[in-house]
């Protein structure tokens, strides 16, 4: 029998201090890192085995290897999350590239940034660097987004993307005889 200088009835609450204190030092130094939350959790199952007399050295086990399953099993979880990289395409920068519309003329100098521009059936705010303006109905391609604005230069003619958008036409009322 392992003999640690400890009495038998005190293991449940060692058990227990254990477990709070690594889940204290978890949530507060580690910032919920999950490196001692394993370790937590096993000393709790320790601690409910030590309330029920369980033998010492089966307490150990739980609180070891079980800790370190728990540990690699978070591990495993955790890298499936991080292995998963943002793919191109997603977000804003997707945007880099296409061919819109412009909907509302783009001004050089635009300081109440008025102006607009629909792209993949989405209205985004558009500057322009060049010093003349971009007309309604111009196409045009994205360079860059900084924010909620996309920066804009008129395209080449004929331009065209697979995710660009044509302006909606007016509505044609009856016809005229």
């Known amino acids: 029998m392992l003999d640690l200088g400890i009495d038998l009835n005190a293991w449940p609450w060692v058990w227990l201090a254990i477990g709070v204190f690594f889940a ?43 800790g370190g399953a728990l540990f690699w099993v978070m591990y495993r979880w955790a890298r499936k999350f ?28 635009d300081h109440n940034r008025r102006g607009r521009v629909t792209v993949d059936s989405e209205v985004w ?27 804009v230069v008129p395209a080449a003619p004929g331009a065209s993307s697979a995710n660009s958008v044509d302006p909606p036409s007016p509505p044609s009322g009856p016809p005229t005889r």
Do not use: C, K
């Open 125 to 151: 705010g558009a500057l322009t660097e060049h010093d003349r303006p971009i007309p309604e109905g111009t196409r045009v391609r994205i360079t860059s987004v900084m924010g909620t604005r996309v920066f």
């Open 24 to 66: 204290i030092i978890e949530l507060t130094v580690l910032a919920g890192t999950f490196v001692l939350l394993p370790f937590a959790v096993s000393a709790f199952a320790a601690s409910l085995l030590a309330f029920y007399d369980v033998a010492i050295e089966i307490q150990w086990g739980v609180f070891v290897f079980g």
């Open 82 to 109: 991080a292995d998963n990289q943002m793919e191109p395409g997603v977000g804003a920068e997707r945007l880099v590239g296409l061919v819109g519309v412009v909907t509302t003329t783009i001004e050089p100098d």
